[in-house]
């Protein structure tokens, strides 16, 4: 880890909120609360001319600002720019916290509640729902929980009390559509996602996990669920969690696993195996930068070709890509139902940014959610069982370990047509290769007809995206329509197989566009599949992409 106080050593995150359709963390700050002078040096270039700087004047002291590369404190020339508000957070926070017995580390990271709190009076904010928040979640940690509520209440009377500022800001309530939200990760979100497909099918979860950067989440919030039948194993590496999965599949329950690049990797063995056994289990790639070790911490979409083509032999496997934090749980659940009612191995291709990004979201109605048809036999009858006979969609019947008059033989091997038994002979290989890729495309009539989600499709130009790159393309789209830009915005959900109308929206545009936060993937794949020349928009620096790169990129398109 970086020593504290050096540029290298900074970390934080942006909240983007207002009174409006928020579609992603923004790209210029209007306010930046800097803790030490590192963290000024690295962001400045992130505020927006005329923004905010709240600095904590105790980490500009001289060590301070040799650790960040300054000679002289850099804030009375910045005051000429950016309103530069110097406030000794580090003070403030001991003096609210001096009747404690919490040792000094553990004072010292109650900073944060101190800016948190002045926020929100700069704001015009209630803080109730904060400190409701608070208690409940320290309330086994009694003394945390009354610090960081001492701490939040001394930041928002800092800014009562204090006379250095001169305004203060409103931001109206959003107009949203009626129900009940709440607060939620992409990480979370496919963990709900999962559960109500599992819930939906009459199935159990379990989950076999390897701890990797970004994906841990998943089974830490996977492990609160066990009275809900999860099963949570945490294998001692990667193939042993894939494997464990194909197990749980072939006994009934619905199979999961989550991981990044590098882990992806290693399991890819065991996933060719599960699409030759064709059991129902879903695999979560939570994207970082690559290749090998990478970026553990930076997002990137670059392991789409290892999802759509990486198994030995013609093993195609469904991948689906949600575009928001809350969209995980609709395309996580759509993943299981997709996994079980096809009997197959479905990827869910998420990311590092979408998987700690949280927003709000619209809780669904349970009994609303489409139901799902369970694939697993767990009752003997009288009927006979051949393992690999087809249903109408081409998925099978899996009869599970112990089902009385179902016993059957599962593996690697070729099968048979219908019995499963190994087999070597020449046309049955062929026909079960064909047969399987029939059953993988098949998985494009259970889509929903494609929508665009802004512009018409007599526009000149169209913005094909996917996965996280969503809603900056929004935000941009929204704007250059508002420039009278002749555009279009299309998002993939359904990377493989792509949706069978897809080829008949692409043919109606005289330019398409496909920004990626990769070296331009799914634009192989498009120029693949269609045979249409599309212009590639790449970046790969380990953060999303912003709006206004969006607009500049296209409308220099337009002049073309």
Known sequence: RAPSGTIAGVSGFQIHFGSKEINSPGDACDVLVAMNAAALKKNLSKVK???????????FDRKNLNLAGYETSPLEALSGDFTVYEIDITKNTMEALKETSLSQKEKDRSKNMFALGFIYWLFSKDIEQTKQHIEEYFSKKPEIRDANLSVLKAGYQYGEIAEIFTERYSVEKAEMQEGTYRSISGNEAVVLGILSAAQKAGLEVFYGGYPITPASDILHHLAKYKPLGVKTFQAEDEIAAMTSIIGASFAGDLGVTAT????????????????????????INVQRGGPSTGLPTKTEQADLLQAVHGRNGEAPIPVIAPQSPSDCFEAAFEAAKIALEYTTPVILLSDGYLGNGTEPWLIPNFENLPKIQSPFIKEPDENEYLPYLREENLSRKIAVPGTKGKEHIVGGLEKQENTGNVSYDAENHQKMVKLRAEKFNNIKHSYTPLTFDQGKENADILILSW??????IRDAVKNLLQDN???AHLQLRNLAPFPQDLGEKLSKFKKIIIPEINNGQLIHLIQDEYQIKCIPFNKIKGTPFLSSEIEEFVKEESKK
Request: aromatic share 4%; with cysteine.
């Open 49 to 59: 001319e005329a923004g905010i700087i709240i600095c904590n004047s105790a980490g």
């Open 260 to 283: 990044s690049g590098p882990g992806m990797a290693l399991k890819t063995e065991g996933l060719g195996l599960g699409f030759m056994l064709e059991l129902p289990m879903v695999i």
């Open 467 to 472: 996965g996280s790159s969503y809603g900056s």
């Open 485 to 487: 830009v002749s555009v």
